[in-house]
């Protein structure tokens, strides 16, 4: 198998199956201005600060590097499935050739079933036919998924029983829970840099962990 998954199974196409900063800087007279630095002014007094946004929010979006670390795969399988549309970003493509790819939560969540399913074997094709159905969900019934596969063929499961059922017949050896993925990804996504769709903005990732200590700090 190589890095980018270009592999096609012989068994031909599948569709899913549904039973489914030492400041160093000079100090400035108080009253002259500060310049500013970057595409958009600071929040002036009397304007509300702009809101920490859930990285699964359709105001945030991530570059391709990010995606990379998120989803756990290389930038060059990322351009090669972007390039021959297994995944392109939904948010903002690559047209025009100045600006960069972003990825929305969603697209994330993808990329990082792909490689968990190029990893149990799965055929390109046969993700490509996953890859389409799953895009057409909304994330919140993404959540409640369990995806089996066979390493040939994909099974979309919605209930335990479903899964009980797959196990039984022998068709289901590697499952994916998707509300499980989601959970890890948010996790992963809020440490990490990320950006503003309605204002281009960057959004700093910050560690749950690091804020917890700052409000306890703050509270003795």
């Known amino acids: 198998m190589t890095g980018t998954g270009d592999e096609v199974a012989a068994g031909g196409l599948c569709a899913v199956h549904l039973p489914r900063t030492a400041r160093t800087v000079t100090e400035l007279p108080r009253t ?28 945030i979006g991530y ?7 998120a989803a756990g795969i290389t930038y060059r ?12 970003p939904s948010v903002r493509s690559v047209y025009p050739a100045s600006s960069q ?22 055929s390109l094709q046969n993700i490509r036919v996953a890859v389409t159905h799953l895009q057409a969900a909304e994330i919140a019934d993404l959540a409640g998924l369990t995806l089996m596969c066979d390493g040939a063929t994909v099974y979309e499961c919605t209930t335990p029983q479903q899964v009980v059922d797959l196990m039984k017949g022998g068709q289901g050896v590697f499952g994916i829970a998707v509300g499980a993925v989601c959970r890890e990804l948010e996790l992963t996504l809020v440490r990490l840099h990320a950006e ?7 959004v700093v990732g910050q560690d749950p962990a690091d804020e917890l200590a700052q409000r306890r700090n703050r509270a003795v």
């Open 32 to 59: 002259a201005e500060l310049p500013r630095v970057g595409r958009f002014p600071a929040v002036q007094p009397g304007q509300p600060a702009l809101e920490r946004l859930s990285p699964t929010s359709e105001l």
């Open 77 to 88: 399988q990322l351009d090669y499935w972007a390039r021959t549309g297994l995944l392109e």
């Open 196 to 202: 503003r769709t309605d204002t281009g903005e960057t």
């Open 101 to 122: 790819r972003l990825y929305s939560f969603r697209d994330i969540l993808l990329l990082k079933i792909v490689k968990r399913l190029l990893d149990a074997g799965v």
């Open 63 to 69: 570059r391709g590097p990010t995606a990379c670390a």
